[in-house]
């Protein structure tokens, strides 16, 4: 608790909180239907799951996406809190950099919004996620690609090298070296430039580079 609230009176601090959360869309109405929903069948289809009870799980799960999709999409004007803030930070800088299929995409873009939404809501779900995070504070995390002896780059993901066609000169007029393949479908490549170094992701598509890039965002 932030050090001027903590001589304040338990009903001015609870007036306070109410408030700051009044600025959530989803405490009351019906947005706080559709998660109370949503919590409830994704419970039941887990019990059932574990049961080997299969058809009813899907059931149950997909009444709880039904629920999930009813819910605006959280956003820093109808969330209240900071750290949910913050994810819907970090929620649009990963979508903007995942280049996934629009099918995975939409799934894992709707499971981030709802653990958005239950941290916006649920206190208990928060404290879960806030302690989480706070040993993993602790702990400490080893930066991405430091464990892997052998280097993968990924089509799937904008590393935000410039794209080119294959055949295409780099802007200096230089030759793209091709160094290495990505992995994805379809196929691409990294490559760099022999006379000036800059490095660039090289498709198979022919074109102009605003069509490369298009077909690339495409994707």
């Known amino acids: 608790m932030p050090s001027k609230w ?10 306070e909180l109410e408030r700051r959360r009044s600025r959530s ?22 019990a059932k799951l574990r049961s080997g009870n299969i058809l009813s ?12 999709e009813r819910l605006p999409e959280p956003t820093v004007e109808n969330t209240w809190h900071p750290n949910s803030h913050r994810m819907i930070e970090v929620r649009d800088w990963f979508f903007g950099k995942c280049r996934l299929g629009d099918e995975r995409i939409s799934l894992f873009r709707m499971a981030a919004n709802f653990v958005i939404v239950l941290y916006d809501y649920d206190p208990p779900y928060r404290h879960m996620i806030d ?13 991405c690609g430091e464990e892997d002896l ?5 089509g799937w993901w904008d590393y935000g090298y410039p794209v080119k066609a294959e055949g295409e000169s780099c802007d200096c007029g230089g030759r793209i070296e091709i160094s290495y393949r990505l992995r994805m479908r379809p196929k691409a490549r990294r490559g760099r430039c022999k006379e000036c170094g ?10 102009d ?6 077909a690339m965002l495409s994707r």
Not at 150 to 154: K, L
Not at 198 to 207: A, Q
Not at 209 to 214: D, E, F, G, I, R
């Open 6 to 15: 903590m001589n304040a009176s338990r009903d001015e601090r609870a007036a």
């Open 25 to 46: 869309a989803y405490l009351e109405g019906p947005h706080a239907d559709s998660l109370r929903l949503a919590k409830a069948a994704i419970r039941d289809g887990v």
């Open 57 to 68: 799980a899907l059931m149950f799960l997909n009444r709880a996406r039904r629920a999930v």
């Open 131 to 143: 302690e989480a995070k706070a040993r993993l504070d602790a702990a400490g995390w080893t930066p």
């Open 150 to 154: 052998i280097r993968h780059d990924w």
């Open 198 to 207: 800059t490095v660039y992701t090289v498709r198979p598509w022919r074109g």
């Open 209 to 214: 580079a605003n069509q490369v890039s298009q």
